[in-house]
């Protein structure tokens, strides 16, 4: 048996993941960036019965001067949905590249605080020297590198205090225990955080990282970090042109995280018209001029929702040792306001009548959905190995 | 009141609270008292605030925990949200309050910033405001990619400049795209922002369309001629600390009017918000004791001896709470970065000369002083008395409301909403009813100040 549940994730940004969404659509910039229309997206997803939603962001936008690539920060986004929600995890998508590490920490603390446990955060990385006119910085040039030393000291302030560091002790008056707050003290290549962060450890300990393959470097051992290099991201998310390219892919991204999903683009029939149909459209409505294209890198499923539920099945069902191809996918939606009805209706039904996926439980924690252990404290000299001596 | 004559016989009191994110005056060991991080206690405060018709809601910031004498600092409440993200969170379950962040300019990306302002903005459907503080300590800075970079003579030179690139691209969108559908147009394209001086390098075609108040409002806190000027030049709303002395309010608004008259705006273009606390009770007397009560217990033996050691520079921990000042001068010339910027440089052995002689004069002991020391904010009284002082505030023109630090959460705002807002309200001070959704119109403020000609106010 698996031993986590088959993730189904989705990404919920703006009128869609292709370019063109916008376009198609017709949506205006006021349509694209309403808390309403967002609020109403999300719980679809989470009536639908899908374990995240991701939300897609950049600091530029994908067409520059156009009012309808308007885009709102994803951090406040997925807060914003936190409270309308209760089970669905919410997972913004924070470069690594060019924010200041202690406040994406801060931040994404805070948003699995207000989300009671349901936030992830998909550590990307921003290629274009654009982005780094606009923050007014040099191009940063080993992107992976930069993103290792960001996870790592964002996974250290999470830590940095205990769960139970708020004590309230009447009697001497402290409110806080200071042996159980920790300075990071980290030094990376390019950057240094002395800590403690100013927001308490998340209630997950830790919120569930993902990235795609290759963005982030793995660990490196180093004097002040002696012991197994950790592994710093989660949930690795692949690409491939064919399926079993992406499943070889996902084979090799589990020797280097927990879980290892398939990104997976989808333009499904709808209204009348087929997948291809719907392709052909947007490409032809892609706007001049736009900066990232429909990322070819990921799996493409074009075509009928009964296609769909078969490829997710066959991702999903164990092979005869036992071990699923794949830990889950997710979806990037042509349009979501085309694609998410369908997979509502047609395709995450039918994966769950088969007991092939589960809605994620009211409550329940985003690593509990994923089938992810809560992890211990890195500076808890409590340590269940220290407990057991006790 | 002769001395204060009513200049403004129709004014009306505005609230806003303050939800203390680092403190001491946050009776925490009260049965009473909740959790201090718990969203639930956000909740409560501000379904509360909405429930008595406030004005807006605040958040503050600080970018590392406090430390005494090398050690973080384990006596005050700590252990804050990220403001932009708990407030976006607090958006969707709020339809009418305002939603005020406080953020740094030194130590965050012009860029960046003003698009998570301008994204808390649209949400809220045009409630968000930006608490503009600045830093410039290194031993902040310890927790940035720059470090302490920034030379202390430049931080309000900074926060202008990150200011002025906010407001570029808040009016980068054209007209329309983020209000209301069939509002208006959403033609146009996008402006491109371009900014090159001696602080800043910045190019970038912003994302965030417009919310219904056009740009969040500003408010600012700095008490200094320069910090005054800023607000002068800049804000909606000072956040003053001039709440406890009506004439020094009043020399206050009359400083804050005049600046602003130079600063070429109308005079009452900047409302004045002082932070206060209020307790009400039964009776006079009954007020005065829980008045006391509070006071007492905000400053505990630990927390007075750690306020005076900080001064002396010295762990006093040993000393007795109600004994009598150290004999001796303090060991340190000026206070560090540890305890935040607001006292940041001050001299101990003039604080030290102070506190000495009021302590001889009033015969206090340690825990008394500072417990005196704190006593001077806000009003206290029955119902019906803080709301008349409240009214004479507003309409002397002091002020043009009151940004409450409850002294305890989540219940603290109870008495002020149940009791002493229905007074205000019956001496018609005081709304029945929120008459817009957006914090520029809640407060009577203009357009912002980059689109006077372009636009009127929400």
Redesign the interface.
């Given at each position: 048996m698996p031993s986590s549940p088959f993730f189904v994730g989705l990404d919920a940004d703006g009128a869609g993941a292709h370019p063109a969404a916008a376009a198609v659509t017709g949506l205006?910039?006021?349509?694209l960036?309403s808390?309403a229309r967002?609020?109403r997206t999300v719980r679809q997803a989470e009536n639908a019965g899908l374990t995240f939603v991701s939300f897609a962001d950049a600091?530029?936008?994908a067409v520059?001067?156009?009012?309808a690539?308007?885009?709102?920060?994803s951090?406040?986004?997925a807060?914003?949905?936190?409270?309308?929600t209760t089970a669905i995890g919410l997972v913004p998508q924070v470069p690594t590249t060019?924010?200041?590490?202690?406040?994406v920490a801060?931040?994404l603390?805070?948003?699995d605080?207000?989300?009671?446990g349901r936030g992830g955060w998909v550590a990307s990385v921003t290629r274009d020297a654009?982005t780094a006119?606009?923050?007014?910085r040099a191009v940063v040039g080993d992107l992976a590198r930069e993103a290792r030393d960001v996870v790592q000291v964002v996974r250290d302030l999470w830590d940095s205090?205990e769960d139970d560091?708020?004590v309230?002790d009447?009697a001497?008056?402290?409110?806080?225990?200071?042996d159980r707050?920790h300075y990071v003290d980290f030094v990376g290549e390019?950057?240094?955080?002395?800590?403690?962060l100013?927001?308490?450890r998340p209630p997950q300990g830790q919120l569930v990282v993902l990235a795609a393959d290759g963005d982030v470097a793995p660990a490196v051992g180093s004097p002040a970090r002696p012991g197994p290099a950790e592994q710093l991201v989660d949930v690795t998310l692949v690409g491939g042109a064919g399926v079993s390219t992406a499943i070889g892919n996902a084979a090799a991204a589990r020797e280097r995280s927990p879980l290892a999903g398939i990104n997976i683009e989808v333009v499904l029939d709808a209204g009348g018209r087929t997948g291809a149909e719907r392709l052909a459209e947007l490409r032809a409505s892609t706007p001049a001029g736009v900066r990232s294209t429909w990322d070819t890198r990921a799996l493409q499923h074009v075509g009928s929702a009964a296609g769909l539920v078969q490829l997710l099945t066959d991702l999903a069902t164990p092979g005869p040792d036992g071990h699923r191809p794949v830990d889950g996918v997710r979806l990037l939606p042509a349009v979501l306001d085309v694609d998410l009805p369908v997979l509502a209706r047609d395709v995450l039904p039918t994966l769950r009548a088969a007991r092939l996926v589960a809605a994620p439980r009211p409550g329940a924690t985003l690593r509990e959905s994923l089938g992810l252990p809560r992890p211990a404290n890195r500076y808890d000299v409590r340590a269940p190995a220290a407990a057991v001596s006790v | 009141m002769t001395e204060f004559p009513i200049t403004r016989p129709h004014a009306q009191v505005h609230f806003g609270v303050f939800f203390q994110g680092v403190n001491h005056t946050t009776v925490w060991s009260d049965p009473e008292s909740g959790s201090q991080t718990d969203f639930a206690t956000f909740e409560r405060v501000i379904r509360t605030a909405e429930r008595g018709l406030f004005d807006a809601f605040f958040l503050g910031e600080g970018l590392r925990l406090r430390e005494s004498r090398g050690a973080l600092h384990d006596l005050d409440v700590v252990g804050r949200p990220d403001a932009i993200t708990q407030l976006a969170a607090l958006a969707a379950i709020t339809t009418h309050i305002g939603l005020v962040a406080t953020q740094n300019t030194t130590y965050s990306d012009p860029a960046e910033l003003a698009r998570r302002l301008q994204s808390l903005d649209v949400l809220s459907g045009g409630r968000a405001a930006w608490n503009v503080v600045t830093t410039d300590n290194a031993w902040t800075g310890a927790n940035f990619r720059r470090g302490g970079y920034l030379d202390h003579a430049l931080r309000y030179e900074r926060a202008q400049g990150q200011l002025n690139i906010a407001r570029q691209i808040w009016d980068a969108f054209p007209d329309g795209t983020g209000a209301p559908a069939g509002s208006g147009s959403s033609d146009g394209t996008v402006a491109h922002v371009s900014e090159h001086s001696a602080l800043f390098e910045v190019e970038l075609d912003p994302t965030t369309p417009r919310s219904p108040q056009g740009h969040p409002i500003i408010f600012q806190a700095g008490d200094s001629p320069q910090g005054r000027d800023f607000a002068a030049a800049n804000a909606d709303v000072i956040f003053s600390r001039h709440g406890s002395v009506l004439a020094d309010a009043l020399e206050f608004a009359a400083d804050v009017r005049r600046r602003a008259v130079a600063a070429g705006r109308p005079e009452d273009d900047v409302k004045i918000f002082p932070g206060t606390g209020i307790i009400v009770g039964d009776t006079p007397a009954d007020a005065e004791e829980r008045a006391r009560w509070v006071r007492w217990n905000q400053v505990t033996p630990a927390t007075a001896l750690s306020i005076v050691g900080n001064i002396w520079g010295e762990d006093l921990s040993g000393y007795d709470p109600d004994g009598p000042l150290p004999a001796h001068d303090p060991v340190v010339e000026e206070l560090g970065g540890e305890r935040g910027s607001s006292t940041t440089g001050a001299r101990t052995r003039e604080i030290a000369a102070q506190w000495r002689a009021l302590a001889e004069a009033e015969h206090l002991s340690i825990r008394e002083l500072v417990i005196r020391n704190n006593s001077e904010r806000g009003f206290q009284g029955t119902p019906t008395s803080v709301a008349e002082d409240l009214i004479r505030w507003v309409r002397t023109g002091a002020v043009d409301g009151f940004n409450i630090s409850p002294w305890i959460v989540p219940s603290g705002l109870d008495d002020i909403v149940d009791r002493v807002v229905p007074e205000l309200q019956e001496r018609g001070a005081y709304p029945t009813s929120y008459t817009g959704t957006t914090l520029r119109h809640h407060l009577g403020l203009r357009a912002p100040l980059t689109r006077r000609t372009a636009v009127g106010a929400a």
């Open positions: 205006s910039g006021a349509d960036v808390g967002l609020a600091l530029l936008p520059p001067g156009s009012p690539a308007a885009r709102l920060d951090v406040t986004r807060a914003f949905v936190s409270r309308t060019y924010p200041e590490p202690f406040h801060a931040q603390a805070s948003l605080i207000a989300a009671a654009a006119d606009a923050y007014g205090w560091a708020v309230r009447v001497t008056g402290r409110y806080i225990d200071r707050l390019s950057f240094s955080v002395k800590g403690p100013i927001t308490p | -």
